[in-house]
Antibody, heavy 122, light 108 residues
């Protein structure tokens, strides 16, 4: 059974930093790309970032480009999202999602974690 | 990146058919994917490649795509289908994932 468990969310001050983690199990981790998707309270889904299966390619939404980075440790079945210079509009629940493919540029998000909440105080 | 447009809400009575549309200029070239999100829960994939159902998804959920519009159809709607539904596609020009704004399905 595929399981994705996010952690690392919390309350951070405006301009601060936070690092989210997503630990995966139940499949061959390195064979799949991963994405981070966020959802502000009462709002829709917003794609944030994706990373290919080998970590060699990363992709970001314009709204976070230059402030967020994504990485993975295939030996620990973990994906990370490092967030810097956080803004009020970054406050959201952040979901980790397993991509259907390796590249991170096609396909769908086949499994999702339950999310971790990021709150930004001004 | 381009946009996907969904109606904010759709309401149907139990047993009726609900249709949720998703419009986007790239849909003639890109697949549409659909996710169901119940309140307080994570999204769940319910359709991929326009019309394919993952295992465990009821047959009453089906999908189609024509031109710039993809459609999620739920036949014989049940109370448990009440949820938010999001379409998703890809923008290969910018290597990004695109979501529609979501449609709240209300079962009257």
């Amino acid at each position: 059974e595929v399981q994705l468990v996010e952690s690392g969310g919390g309350l951070v001050q405006l301009g601060g930093s936070l690092k989210l983690s997503c630990v995966a199990s139940g499949f061959t981790f390195g064979n799949y790309a991963f994405s981070w998707v966020r959802q502000a309270p009462g709002k829709g889904l917003e794609w944030v970032s994706s990373i290919s299966g080998d970590g060699g390619r990363t992709f970001f939404a314009d709204s976070v480009k230059g402030r967020f980075s994504v990485s993975r440790d295939n030996s620990k079945n973990t994906v990370f999202l490092e967030m810097h210079n956080l803004r009020v509009e970054d406050a959201a629940k952040y979901f980790c999602a397993k991509d259907s493919g390796l590249a991170g540029t096609d396909g769908h998000l086949s499994s999702w974690g339950q999310g971790t909440l990021v709150t930004v105080s001004s | 990146s381009y946009e996907l447009t969904q109606p904010p809400s759709v309401s149907v009575s139990p047993g009726q058919t609900a249709r949720i549309t998703c419009s986007g200029d790239a849909l003639p070239r890109q697949y549409a994917y659909w996710y169901q999100q119940r309140p307080g829960q994570a999204p769940v994939l319910v359709l991929y490649k326009d019309k394919e159902r993952p295992s465990g998804v009821p047959e009453r959920l089906s999908g189609s795509s024509s031109g710039t519009t993809a459609t999620l159809t739920i036949s014989g709607v049940q109370a448990e289908d009440e949820a938010d539904y999001y379409c998703q596609s890809r923008d290969n020009n910018e290597d990004s994932v695109v979501f529609g704004g979501g449609t709240r399905l209300t079962v009257l």
